[in-house]
C-alpha cells in the first residue's frame, strides 16, 4: 500500500520546528526567513503550464540538473537549515517541507497567513524519475526587463498584477555578488514582511543611481545622506534590480506598485493568494485534497532519504545529488555576522 498523505497534526508538529530555526544569528541578517521563502520560490517557480512540467513537487531541486542552476545559487543554505528537521520527521517529503517553510517564514516575519496543503511526493533516483526534473532557464533573470518578466511568470500562468505582488518578496533578504552577481538588499529591514518594497521603489524614483558590481553586472543603488558616518562604518544604502525597476517604467506594472505602497492590506491579500498559487502549480488534487498526479497515484507520499549533514563526495548522497550542502557553513556564515544594519529610511 502507498504511503498515506501526512495528517494536519503532524505538519502543525514541523510548522512550529520551523518557527524555531527560523533565528539564525550567524546567518545574513540573524534570520534563515528569507531564503527559506526563495527556496520555496524557486522550487515552484519552474512550472510550465503548457507541457505541465516543473512546479514544487518532486523537488528536483536535491539533483544537480536543477539544483546547479546558476539562479539556484545560494539555495543550499536554505537546505542545509532544513536538514535536522527532516531528521527529526524523516516521513515529510522534501517537496513539501521545502514549500511549508516558505510559507511559515512569511509569517513569522510579519507577513500574511498562506493557505497551504500538504501531500506532494518526492522524484526517486530512476531514470524515468530524472526525465521530470524541470530544464534550467526557467527562472527570472534579474539583468532584464518587462517583456522577460511576462514571459516567464506567463508560462506559469501569471497576470501582470502577480507579477508585481510576487515581486514583493524582495521585501525580504539581499542580493550576494558570490551567489547572483548583485549585491545589497532591498528594504532596511530585510527580515519583515511588509509593503516597503514598493514605497522605497517610488520614494526614491528619482535618486536611484546605474552601479556596476564587482560581477560586472548593474543595478540601482541609493544611499541615504546621514551626514557624517562613523569612521569605519559606511552607509550600505539599499538596491533594485533591472527588474525591478521596471515595475516602474511600464505602465501596465507601475499602477499595481503605488496601490501597493498605499496599502498594505491590499497587498499581503493579493501576496498570499499569488504564493498560494505559486506553490500549486501543476499540483493536481481531488476533492478532498489529495494529490492526484501521476506520481503521486503511483508511489504514494513518498519521502527521499534525508540528506548528509556533513559534507559528502556528490556520489554520497544517491545517485546525482548535490554533496557539500548541510555541513560545513559555518565558514561561510562567518562573514555575515560583520554586516552592519544597513541605510535607515
Not at 302 to 315: L, N, V, Y
Amino acid at each position: 500500500m502507498a504511503p498515506p498523505q501526512p495528517t494536519a497534526q503532524q505538519l502543525d508538529a514541523v510548522r512550529a520546528s520551523i518557527r524555531k530555526l527560523l533565528h539564525q544569528p550567524d546567518y545574513d541578517d540573524g534570520s534563515a526567513g528569507p531564503v527559506l521563502v526563495r527556496l520555496a520560490w524557486h522550487s515552484a517557480g519552474t512550472y510550465d503550464a503548457t507541457t505541465g512540467t516543473g512546479g514544487s513537487n518532486g523537488a528536483g531541486m536535491r539533483y544537480e540538473a536543477e539544483g546547479g542552476d546558476p539562479a539556484n545559487a545560494g539555495l543550499q543554505h536554505a537546505r542545509a537549515f532544513l536538514e535536522p528537521i527532516k531528521s527529526a520527521y524523516p516521513w515529510i517529503t522534501y517537496s513539501d517541507l521545502w514549500s511549508l517553510a516558505g510559507v511559515v517564514a512569511i509569517e513569522e516575519m510579519g507577513g500574511p497567513e498562506v493557505p497551504w496543503k500538504g501531500g506532494r511526493t518526492d522524484f526517486g533516483e530512476h531514470e524515468v524519475d530524472q526525465a521530470k526534473i524541470p530544464p534550467r532557464g526557467r527562472l527570472p533573470d534579474a539583468t532584464q526587463g518587462a517583456a522577460h518578466l511576462r514571459n516567464i511568470f506567463g508560462r506559469m500562468g501569471f497576470n501582470d498584477q502577480e507579477i508585481v505582488a510576487l515581486s514583493g518578496a524582495h521585501n525580504l533578504g539581499r542580493c550576494h555578488g558570490d551567489r547572483s552577481g548583485f549585491e545589497g538588499k532591498w528594504v532596511n529591514n530585510p527580515t519583515r514582511f511588509s509593503n516597503q518594497y514598493y514605497r522605497v521603489l517610488l520614494a526614491n524614483e528619482k535618486e536611484w543611481k546605474r552601479k556596476k558590481t564587482a560581477a560586472g553586472v548593474e543595478q540601482f543603488v541609493f544611499v541615504e545622506d546621514l551626514g557624517e558616518q562613523s569612521e569605519g562604518e559606511p552607509d550600505e544604502g539599499l538596491m533594485m534590480l533591472p527588474t525591478d525597476m521596471c515595475l516602474l517604467s511600464d505602465p501596465a506594472f507601475r499602477p499595481w506598485v503605488e496601490k501597493y505602497a498605499a496599502d498594505k492590506d491590499l497587498f499581503f491579500a493579493h501576496f498570499s493568494a499569488v504564493f498560494a498559487k505559486l506553490l500549486e502549480l501543476g499540483i493536481r488534487r481531488d476533492a478532498q485534497g489529495n494529490v492526484i498526479n501521476d506520481e503521486n497515484k503511483k508511489t504514494g507520499y513518498r519521502s527521499a532519504p534525508k540528506k548528509s549533514d556533513e559534507p559528502q563526495a556528490p556520489g554520497d548522497q544517491n545517485k546525482g545529488q548535490i554533496g557539500h550542502e548541510a555541513g560545513g557553513l559555518k565558514e561561510q556564515n562567518e562573514k555575515f555576522r560583520q554586516r552592519k544594519q544597513g541605510a535607515k529610511l
